[in-house]
């Protein structure tokens, strides 16, 4: 069965300060990812997904970015944070093509001091 | 502008009843609407899928409906339990495929 690992669960960091939030999947192979953040009270925001290695699409510029090194790792980076940075993190996967469900990780909680 | 609404911030039932939650979308053009659980500090888990051409989906004691012309979907919990207290979201696909998700609605289930 799939599963997806994201960390860490919780992050305090200071402004100014890199970032590296790192999430895996296993079982199974090409398939899509995807970075969310979400606010409380409000929906879940896109920020960047990939349909393949080094294929990355920007959903909200920003002072974050994405990568994807591996086919099954999706890594997202700050050079220096920014207090509107606070917030909950998650990544998901799904199967490629459309109508596929997607598979969320537990997220990380980031505080920004 | 394109939105997607549930019907409330919160929704309180007694247990046993039907728990009925609202999505309702505007400028949107759907194909398919997904229906997700979210437990607090947790990631969403997938429930239900619905495509355009379904009126109505079920599985255990969850019931979607989807109508394209209302521009809305209901999710019904019937029977239900504490340990259905949680966030439900609502998520449609947008125009460039990729997937919108609402804001939710925080359901709670008093015994």
């Known amino acids: 069965s799939q599963t997806i690992h994201q960390w860490p669960a919780t992050l305090v960091q200071p402004v100014g300060s890199p970032l590296s939030l790192e999430c895996t999947v296993e079982?199974?192979?090409?398939?899509?990812l995807y970075w969310y953040r979400q606010a409380a009270g409000r929906g879940l925001q896109l920020l960047f997904y990939?349909?393949?290695?080094?294929?990355i699409s920007s959903e909200v510029p920003q002072n974050l970015s994405a990568s994807r090194p591996q086919d099954r790792q999706f890594i997202l980076s700050s050079k220096k944070l920014l207090l509107s940075d606070s917030g909950f993190y998650l990544c998901?996967?799904?199967?490629?093509?459309?109508?596929?469900?997607?598979?969320f990780g537990d997220g990380t909680r980031l505080s920004i001091l | 502008s394109q939105k997607i609404e549930q019907n409330s911030e919160a929704l309180n039932i007694q247990e046993g009843k039907t728990a009925t939650l609202t999505c309702n979308y505007t400028?949107?053009?759907?194909?398919?609407l997904q229906w997700y659980r979210q437990d607090p500090g947790r990631g969403p888990v997938f429930l239900l899928l619905?495509?355009?051409?379904?009126k109505e989906k079920r599985k255990e004691r969850l019931k979607v409906t989807f109508d394209t012309t209302l521009k809305q979907s209901l999710f019904h919990i019937t029977a239900s339990q504490p340990a259905d207290s949680a966030t439900y979201l609502c998520?449609?696909?947008?125009?460039?495929?990729?997937?919108?998700f609402g804001a939710g609605t925080r359901l709670t289930v008093k015994p």
């Open positions: 619905i495509r355009e051409n379904e």
């Open positions: 400028n949107y053009s759907p194909a398919y």
């Open positions: 998520a449609l696909d947008g125009p460039l495929n990729d997937m919108r």
């Open positions: 998901a996967w799904s199967h490629t093509g459309i109508n596929q469900p997607q598979h």
């Open positions: 990939s349909v393949g290695i080094g294929q």
């Open positions: 079982g199974t192979s090409n398939p899509n």
